[in-house]
């Protein structure tokens, strides 16, 4: 890497030194900011690409849009956007919401909680990404107002300086910037690939392991289920109001307003993710006299009844401390004698069962699946306790080992995302040289 002969300081903190012969000037004189407003007077049936605050991806700018006519798209809908803008979040600022925007649909609208910066007297480019500068990033949340929702007035935006170098430079370091965040872009994408792929090979062990058995040369027979197919011919397919240990049961009506830890945890629907796992920032909690009747034993497993996470699954397994569960979830106690709380989980997490749900859904109009129909539910079971035990222990064993090169995979895709991420603030302020 080459660096510049000579420097001196910019007088700005977040900036530090600069190449002794470039400028310093605050953003209003080199950009104007919201320009162009959406009229009032547009036809209501007008269709048009809205952009809000959540439609932006960390580092990638413009993830999704969602499309409304004028007359119900949201009010805030109305920031008119130019090829060469860069959109900056002023309200909820820690969440760093930025993007440039490239090419865009002559309809595209953003959210009056962007502030559209349109450069002038600047490359466009190279403001692009000096806007993904972490110091100026840190700058803009500092200068927000408020804790719970902070927030920056536009025109304190325009106040901020900026380095900036001749026309010349600006163009090289938007080129060479382009084509380096280009290529590590991809390479993050490809390690992001990976991970899926990581996913779905714990998937497919799992969905194998549950439904099909861990012996290759096990004799299979047809379970007489067609979401389910063909099962070892020595398993049964048991309802699983066969399976427990007592009639499945739903939690507590009840508001979620205290926070105390030293009462049980009221779980929620909202209060485990994808992974299975708790979530530590939703906690809530119930007084002892509204929780006793709810508590929840080792190795229950909770099912979502409705709404949009229908079907999920949760399994209260290594948790120190007490927990009821709320409402909107059903709590399965498997009979222990019968079925394992560890097999009975990763059965739904299984192909299978998602087929299950589906023909649920299929027969009615509202995605709800009550007790009633939970207690149907047909799991393919293995005779015994101790093959339940070893299926357990290959697909655990097994995901472990994937688990390991996920997790290597997703720390190489932090360096890059830091490299990505320093190499831009070293060129954007004349740390580092570059030629087209």
Known sequence: MKIYD????????????????????????????????????????????????????????????????????????????????????????????IAKIEKPKPNLVVSTGFAVVRPRSVMSNYTGHLFYHENLLGEIISRSVGVSYPAINSTEIGTIPIPLPPPTEQTAIAKYLDRKTAEIDELIADKKRLVELYEEEKTAIINQAVTKGINPDAPMKDSGIEW????????????????????????????????????????????????????????KSLPPEKANEYLLSEGDVLFARSGATVGKTFQFKDYKGIACFAGYLIKATPNSYIITSDYLYYFTRTGAYENWKSSIFNQATIQNIGADKYALLEISTPETIKEQQAIVHHIESECARIDAKKSRTEKLIDLLTEYRTALISEVVTGKIKVSE
């Open 6 to 97: 000579s420097h001196k300081d910019s007088g700005i903190e977040w900036i530090g030194k600069i190449p002794e012969h470039w400028n310093v000037k605050k953003l209003k004189y080199v950009a104007s900011i919201n320009d162009d407003v959406l009229s009032e007077r547009t036809e209501e049936d007008f269709e048009i690409e809205y952009v809000d605050i959540s439609s932006i991806g960390s580092n990638v700018g413009i993830i999704k849009t969602e499309t409304f006519a004028f007359k119900d798209a949201p009010s805030r809908a109305r920031r008119l956007v130019n090829d060469g803008d860069i959109i900056v979040s002023t309200v909820r600022t820690y969440l760093k919401a």
């Open 228 to 283: 389910l197919g063909e099962i070892p011919r020595h398993w049964e397919v048991k309802r699983l109001k066969y399976l427990v240990a007592e009639k499945l049961k739903y939690g507590a009506n009840e508001s979620a307003e205290e926070e105390n830890r030293d009462n049980p945890r009221y779980i929620r629907i909202t209060d485990f993710g994808n992974d299975g796992k708790l979530k530590e920032d939703t906690f």
